[in-house]
């Protein structure tokens, strides 16, 4: 029966169907585009936690309680309408809160409207370090935005760190125009100055967004000798550097951002993917009690046997019920209060990912990490095998396992 009524729910949240006493959230993305898998497994990840606790009754505010109403909101992976959409979002009211956002373009043009307002954003699933860093170099001294994803410092360290354990010391640097691209390049190589330079960037090589033959590019590294290509970008372009690769014959590791654990790199570069390795904070297996539920809630729920973007859908599903927990330790639906509890939680919240203890803390211009929720223990490696990610580190799965039980 529950069941039932959780399905109804997730199609009822599809527009603003509850009555006027509810908790207004917006859930925004790109649903539509190359970056679609990312930002739909994000929201249908949130609306699957929103309609499960809709079927308990909504959540607790003050002395009642209430359910949430969702609004949701395309941004097509463009930033003009990521402006747009945060200009519009700023001037609602009632707003409690957002979660969203895939794109750092799209953060860029738009959270500043929210800013503006003080209306609390939970970004999620990604947008690159500009997105926070944007705020500590202004130096404002009262942030509503947080970011709940494993930030490109976690990331782009672990790609340099699994190219040194794998004793190569040449690599090229390959990444996208786009500002996701552009600062995770930046990340990438500051990192390999950080970890003692034991890597040499012997190409540097970018890509457009639809660029589909990468033979120019690949050419420079090969003939450079690359041993491994240390990659940075958002959508299927990735698969048609994996491609170019096999058809140069080039059998060298791909390792890069999280993106290449998304449906349309897998699916476009098919066999030729497999061996790719990226960061990621959740691989669809049920290695947990708490996985497995996720996992087969969400099938179940939008009919599918492998979710698009899983670490999307997890980090959706994580978020949105950190946001609940938020609104009922504030005893309230304005979007002020609810930073502030973000700020200071004081109970856990269990989470597919982790349980969450105190994920947040007061907003400090010198330290991002004040509002970033993910840390290095929450991220592991996963590697591309058969269309599928699975864990590239054995030790990683026990570890989760192991983590799980305590």
């Given at each position: 029966?529950?069941?039932?009524?959780?399905?109804?729910?997730?199609?009822?949240?599809?527009?603003?169907?509850?009555?006027?006493?509810?908790?207004?959230?917006?859930?925004?993305?790109?649903?539509?585009g190359?970056s679609?898998?990312?930002?739909?497994?994000?929201?249908?990840?949130a609306k699957?936690?929103?309609a499960?606790?809709?079927?308990?009754?909504?959540?607790?505010?003050?002395?009642k309680?209430?359910?949430?109403?969702?609004?949701?909101?395309?941004d097509?992976?463009?930033?003009?309408?990521?402006?747009?959409?945060?200009?519009?979002?700023?001037?609602?009211?009632?707003?409690?809160?957002?979660?969203?956002s895939?794109?750092?373009?799209?953060?860029?043009?738009?959270?500043?409207?929210?800013?503006?307002?003080?209306?609390?954003?939970?970004?999620?699933?990604?947008?690159?370090?500009?997105?926070?860093?944007?705020?500590?170099?202004?130096?404002?001294?009262?942030?509503?935005?947080?970011?709940?994803?494993?930030?490109?410092?976690i990331?782009?360290?672990?790609?340099?760190?699994?190219?040194?354990?794998?004793?190569?010391?040449?690599?090229?640097v390959?990444?996208?125009?786009?500002?996701?691209?552009?600062?995770?390049?930046?990340?990438?190589?500051e990192?390999?100055?950080?970890?003692?330079?034991?890597?040499?960037?012997?190409a540097?090589?970018?890509?457009?967004?639809g660029?589909?033959?990468?033979?120019?590019?690949?050419?420079?590294?090969?003939?450079?000798?690359?041993?491994?290509?240390l990659?940075?970008?958002i959508?299927p372009?990735?698969?048609?550097?994996?491609?170019?690769m096999?058809?140069?014959?080039?059998?060298?590791?791909?390792?890069?951002?999280?993106?290449?654990?998304m449906?349309?790199?897998?699916?476009?570069?098919g066999?030729?993917?497999?061996?790719t390795?990226?960061?990621?904070?959740?691989?669809?297996?049920?290695?947990?009690?708490?996985?497995?539920?996720?996992?087969?809630?969400?099938?179940?729920?939008?009919?599918?046997?492998r979710?698009?973007?899983?670490?999307?859908?997890?980090?959706?599903?994580?978020?949105?019920?950190?946001?609940?927990?938020?609104?009922?330790?504030?005893?309230?639906?304005?979007?002020?209060?609810?930073?502030?509890?973000?700020?200071?939680?004081?109970?856990?919240?269990?989470?597919?990912?982790?349980?969450?203890?105190?994920?947040?803390?007061?907003?400090?211009?010198?330290?991002?990490?004040?509002?970033?929720?993910?840390?290095?223990?929450?991220?592991?490696?996963?590697?591309?095998?058969?269309?599928?990610?699975?864990?590239?580190?054995?030790?990683?799965?026990?570890?989760?396992?192991?983590?799980?039980?305590?």
């Amino acid at each position: 029966m529950k069941k039932i009524l959780i399905a109804m729910l997730l199609a009822m949240s599809a527009a603003p169907a509850f009555a006027a006493d509810t908790v207004k959230i917006a859930i925004t993305g790109p649903f539509s585009g190359g970056s679609a898998p990312m930002g739909a497994s994000m929201r249908d990840g949130a609306k699957l936690a929103i309609a499960e606790i809709n079927a308990a009754g909504g959540v607790s505010v003050g002395d009642k309680k209430m359910l949430f109403e969702v609004i949701e909101r395309d941004d097509e992976a463009k930033n003009e309408r990521g402006a747009l959409i945060g200009q519009e979002l700023a001037s609602m009211s009632d707003l409690s809160g957002v979660i969203g956002s895939v794109n750092t373009g799209v953060v860029l043009a738009g959270d500043r409207h929210l800013q503006e307002k003080g209306i609390t954003k939970i970004i999620c699933p990604a947008a690159g370090s500009a997105s926070m860093t944007q705020w500590s170099k202004a130096g404002v001294k009262d942030l509503s935005i947080f970011r709940f994803a494993a930030h490109d410092g976690i990331q782009s360290a672990m790609v340099v760190e699994e190219a040194i354990n794998r004793n190569f010391t040449k690599v090229a640097v390959f990444y996208d125009s786009t500002n996701y691209g552009v600062s995770g390049r930046d990340d990438m190589l500051e990192q390999i100055r950080k970890q003692g330079n034991k890597l040499e960037v012997i190409a540097t090589e970018k890509f457009n967004i639809g660029d589909k033959d990468m033979t120019a590019q690949l050419l420079r590294a090969k003939s450079a000798g690359a041993q491994a290509i240390l990659i940075w970008g958002i959508g299927p372009e990735l698969a048609a550097v994996a491609n170019g690769m096999a058809k140069m014959d080039m059998k060298i590791p791909l390792i890069g951002g999280w993106p290449l654990s998304m449906s349309n790199y897998i699916d476009n570069a098919g066999k030729n993917g497999n061996g790719t390795l990226m960061p990621q904070t959740f691989i669809e297996e049920p290695i947990t009690p708490k996985a497995k539920s996720f996992i087969d809630a969400y099938h179940k729920a939008y009919n599918v046997t492998r979710i698009a973007s899983p670490v999307s859908a997890a980090q959706g599903y994580d978020a949105a019920y950190i946001f609940a927990a938020a609104v009922k330790q504030a005893a309230s639906t304005d979007t002020k209060k609810i930073k502030e509890a973000l700020e200071d939680m004081k109970e856990p919240v269990e989470g597919v990912i982790a349980t969450w203890k105190h994920p947040y803390t007061k907003w400090d211009p010198a330290n991002v990490e004040t509002h970033e929720a993910f840390r290095r223990e929450n991220a592991v490696m996963g590697m591309v095998q058969d269309g599928r990610v699975v864990f590239g580190n054995d030790a990683d799965r026990q570890r989760l396992i192991q983590n799980a039980s305590k």
